[in-house]
C-alpha cells in the first residue's frame, strides 16, 4: 500500500479537495464534504473528522454541536490525488436530520419502486455484513423519528411521553420475556426479546448513544476473564 503524504494531494482552485466518509464497520457511506490543509492537519492530528464549510467559510469539527463525531480509522487517497476517502467509526448519526447517513433519498430506481422490488434485486446481508445489521436500520428509522416526529408514530409517541415512558416499556418487555422462558415457549421468547431489543434501540437513541457504542463495550470484554474464573 502507498504511503499517505499529503503533499500528493492536489487541492482545487480554492484550497479544498472533497472527502468522502464511510462507515468504517460495514462500508456504508456516510456523508461527503470539503477539506483544505489545516482542516487535513486537525483531522490527522486529532483522530476526528475536520472540514472546511464553504457556507461559512471556517473549519469545523464534524460533532461540535451534536456530539456526533467522526473517529478516523483510515484515509485513502484516489489515483488522481485530489480525492480522499476517509474510514470512519461514526457516533450516533452523521446527518444533521438524525439518519445514519446524508444518503437517504433515492433517485434511481424511482422512489415508486416497491420495497419488495428492491429487496429482490439485492440482499442487504451481503452488503452490511449479516442479520444483525437490521438493529442499524432500525436504529436510523428511530433516529430519525425523534428529530422528524411524525403523528401516527409510535416511536415518536414514546419520545413524547419522555424517559419515564421508554423505561417502562423497557421493563414490561423485560418482564414478559422472563414470562416467555419460565413457560420455556421459544416462539415467545423470540417475539419478546425481539421488542425488548426494539425498545432498547429507543433508549439509545433518547440519550444519544449509537448501537455501536455497547457493541464496542462488548468486543472490549471478549476474551477477558470474569471474577468469577
Not at 167 to 178: D, P, Y
Request: glycine share 6%.
Amino acid at each position: 500500500m502507498e504511503r499517505f503524504d499529503p503533499s500528493q494531494l492536489k487541492f482545487n482552485e480554492h484550497g479544498l479537495i472533497p472527502a468522502i466518509v464511510q462507515d468504517a464497520t460495514n462500508g456504508q457511506v456516510l456523508t461527503l464534504a470539503y477539506m483544505n490543509n489545516e482542516s487535513l492537519r486537525l483531522t490527522l492530528q486529532t483522530g476526528l473528522t475536520h472540514f472546511y464549510s464553504r457556507s461559512r467559510r471556517r473549519i469545523w469539527q464534524k460533532g461540535e454541536e451534536s456530539g456526533n463525531v467522526q473517529r478516523v480509522q483510515e484515509i485513502y487517497f484516489d489515483c488522481d490525488e485530489d480525492a480522499l476517502l476517509v474510514k470512519a467509526e461514526q457516533v450516533v448519526a452523521a446527518c444533521h436530520t438524525g439518519r445514519r447517513s446524508c444518503f437517504f433519498r433515492r433517485l434511481h430506481p424511482s422512489p415508486e419502486v416497491s420495497e419488495e422490488v428492491l429487496r429482490q434485486r439485492f440482499d442487504p446481508e451481503a452488503v452490511y455484513g449479516g442479520s444483525l445489521a437490521i438493529l442499524q436500520q432500525i436504529f436510523e428509522v428511530i433516529a430519525d423519528r425523534k428529530v422528524n416526529p411524525k403523528a401516527d408514530s409510535y416511536v415518536s409517541g414514546l419520545f413524547a411521553k419522555g424517559q419515564d415512558q421508554i423505561l417502562k416499556k423497557i421493563g414490561e418487555e423485560a418482564a414478559e420475556l422472563v414470562v416467555a422462558s419460565k413457560n420455556g415457549r421459544p416462539a415467545e421468547i423470540v417475539h419478546e426479546l425481539a421488542d425488548l431489543w426494539f425498545h432498547t434501540l429507543v433508549l439509545l437513541a433518547y440519550h444519544g448513544i449509537a448501537p455501536q457504542e455497547p457493541a464496542r463495550e462488548l468486543q472490549k470484554r471478549r476474551g477477558k476473564k470474569s471474577k468469577a474464573d
